[in-house]
């Protein structure tokens, strides 16, 4: 500081200017000297992390590729999790299984000559609701029926329970059978 001050001292007082000198080194200090020629900035290698070189990703490998995917469930070549689990057979079907009914409830809870549909199944507390919108079929378990029912649309028959529901006198609705593919 004091070499820069007093070269500036000479100068000034080779011109006769005396009066700048005192302003000329109040304003001339060290934090405030700039370089005309500026430096170049530090080339940064990776590109997008704070430090340069490999931009957060690690040393080498496949995530530090550029478009790196690596499958989530895949655990470096060992037996993943999904592969340790319980495997069970088959397969649990989308559609739910028909509620199934037997001609013997049928004798007990209705009287001669009633309509057996959804409603009344529900109503009569031999299916639950939930089991009816899945379906409902009555199967024939050997049972010789004496009154005489009426079956309502919607509602599957064995072969055997058909039989039987014929034999007493009874009625089946037929449902008209739609072609697969057809309005």
Do not use: W, Y
Request: a positive charge.
């Amino acid at each position: 500081m004091t070499r820069i001050s007093t070269r500036m001292t000479r100068i000034f007082v080779a011109f006769g200017c005396n009066s700048l000198i005192g302003i000329a080194l109040k304003n001339m200090q060290i934090h405030t000297l700039k370089l005309n020629n500026r430096r170049k900035k530090k080339k940064t290698i990776g590109r997008g992390g704070k430090k340069g070189t490999s931009s957060g990703k690690g040393n080498k490998g496949q995530k530090a590729r550029s478009g790196a995917h690596v499958d989530p469930l895949f655990e470096g070549g060992r037996s993943t999790l999904i592969d340790h689990m319980k495997k069970k057979k088959g397969f649990k079907a989308l559609d739910g299984k028909n509620a199934v009914v037997s001609l013997e409830k049928l004798e007990r809870k209705f009287k001669d000559g009633e309509v057996v549909n959804k409603e009344t199944l529900i109503k009569s507390k031999i299916v639950d609701r939930i089991d009816a919108d899945k379906g409902i079929k009555i199967l024939g378990d050997g049972t010789v029926l004496s009154k005489k029912l009426t079956i309502a649309k919607g509602i599957k028959l064995s072969a055997s329970a058909k039989e039987a529901i014929e034999k007493s006198g009874g009625k089946i609705e037929v449902e008209t059978e739609k072609k697969k593919g057809s309005k």
